[in-house]
């Protein structure tokens, strides 16, 4: 019933050209491609961003059965929208159910908007798909040094990041232990209606925490007991380096970028102003 | 007295430490425990619960700071906050529940842990890391995720954490509590291991009474005193008071016992199987 696969599982170890890149590259190259897909207002676009996107997959090497597995939970919302769009564009209508009105312009507005969907959701699995845990805190520690100046505390980021990784699969484990000794006792998680189904998660829930305040309570002991000061003077064992190859990523994401401005600029959004 | 002829070990004198329940409510946890440990001896101190024993090696680390009295840390006085972190890596301690004291993902990160708080050349932390998991034969799990290891491998990954610091001095608080028996036997053979190689001072606490056999010096505290010292021979020959403070001698030690006390003519201070099955053999062919 409870599974660790939504955030730890996620990571596919195989060796790869995307796998060996430094994360702190693909971090980056992640935001700007979020950030270029929502740029990129036409059909033109989600050529240059899908091709993109293609040529990733296949460099990763992760199968593609594992990235449309991870598109099904977006299934219902994708639906929802396009319905939406289909029903409450105005325009040309292409079919009536009742008093609905399907449109045209709906039905492309609604697929165009689903596209960016599907493109944002594996692209972004794509990041943690191909990069370790440790690997992301590191490279996000590292993104996030420049902006400690200005009061973001980096280190303190990461570091919360790794406990928490750490401690999913204990505290897991531990929730599994709880539940099953309420239900020895004859507590029942399982039936009844939505509202008493997370009221039966209470007495679950309350050892939970207790549990882990107490567990943060002996880590930070230890942690003090290893010399643990903060992030001032700390010095890392794995040392991140870009190389020739981070840098070839990120030039293609850049002239990627730019293809997608350029449709922009030469072609417009793909429902042009002012005709519905 | 100076640092200087404080530099032998491990010192605490007329420790009292007092935790507080509430402001006006406060529990006596030690009441002027003295103890001298000196550099590369392996004391094993026992106590039934509550008798202070955590307490006071929370004040080797410098965890816990005396109420009255002083601890001294190879020279060093745990009251000076400029010296807090050269005790903590000198005298390193290694906590009962394993889960609880592993920070990273990944082994070799975790061992890593302390090196890098230290502030150590990455390139001097591998090696470091590297030396420190081939003392506790852990080597071959250095990618491994500490989550699927078992417990005796948790715990001899926090002493491999502890050991990448290059200290002089581990404090073990209840380590064996939680494992099973060969869990248990692991650590105790890597402490022992790691006394006798590398000379370093191990201060090991405990409630099972089989582990103060591989003690040379045994201190037993009771309500925040240390009420006995000595080689677990000398502590154990003391059934009486043992049981007072509620201690068990180790079972062996009560067979031995009982079978001198039954007319058996052996040596009722015997604490471990094998001293006992070549006592007997030697009554079988003496006869």
Known sequence: ?276 | MTAVEKARGLEAEGVVFRYEVDESDKVLALAGADLEISQGEFVVVLGPNGSGKSTLAKHFNALLLPDEGDVWVFGMNTKDPELTWEIRRSAGMVFQNPDNQLVATVVEEDVAFGPENLGVEPGDIRTLVAGALKSVGMEEFHRHSPHHLSGGQKQRVAIAGILAMKPKCIILDEPTAMLDPSGREEVMKTIKRLNEEMGITVIHITHFMDEALYADRVIVMDKGEIVMAGTPKEVFGQWKRVSQVGLEVPPVGQLSRRLWSSGVNIDPGILTVDELVDELCRLKSGI
């Open chain 1, 1 to 276: 019933m409870i599974s660790g696969g939504i955030l730890v599982g996620q990571y596919y170890p195989v060796r790869s050209f995307v796998h060996s890149l430094d994360p702190r590259a693909k971090i980056l190259i992640s935001i700007i491609f979020m950030a270029i897909l929502f740029v990129g207002n036409n059909f033109y676009a989600f050529a240059v961003t899908g091709t993109f996107a293609v040529l990733a997959v296949t460099l990763s090497r992760i199968p593609w059965k594992v990235l449309i597995r991870g598109l099904r939970p977006i299934v219902f919302i994708m639906s929802f929208t396009i319905l939406l769009h289909l029903f409450l564009t105005p325009g040309h209508a292409i079919f009536q159910i009742g008093p609905l009105k399907a449109t045209l312009p709906g039905l492309i507005q609604g697929l165009f908007i689903a596209l960016r969907l599907i493109i944002l959701i594996i692209f972004t699995s794509l990041l943690t798909l191909t990069t370790s845990p440790i690997e992301l805190t590191d490279g996000l520690e590292d993104i996030l040094k420049p902006f400690s100046r200005i009061g973001v505390p980096a280190h303190e980021i990461a570091m919360m990041m790794t406990i928490a990784l750490r401690f999913i699969p204990t505290l897991l484990e531990e929730a599994d232990r709880i539940m099953k000794a309420q239900m020895a006792r004859g507590a029942d998680f399982e039936s009844g209606n939505m509202f008493q189904r997370a009221k039966s998660l209470v007495p679950l829930l309350v050892p939970l925490f207790v549990s882990a305040f107490r567990r943060a309570d002996e880590l930070a002991m230890a942690m003090e007991a290893r010399c643990y000061r903060g992030g001032e003077g700390r010095t890392r064992m794995r040392q991140l380096s870009l190389s020739a190859k981070d840098y070839y990523a990120l030039g293609l994401t850049i002239v990627m970028s730019a293809l997608v401005v350029y449709t922009r600029v030469r072609f417009g959004p793909v429902i042009p102003r002012g005709t519905v």
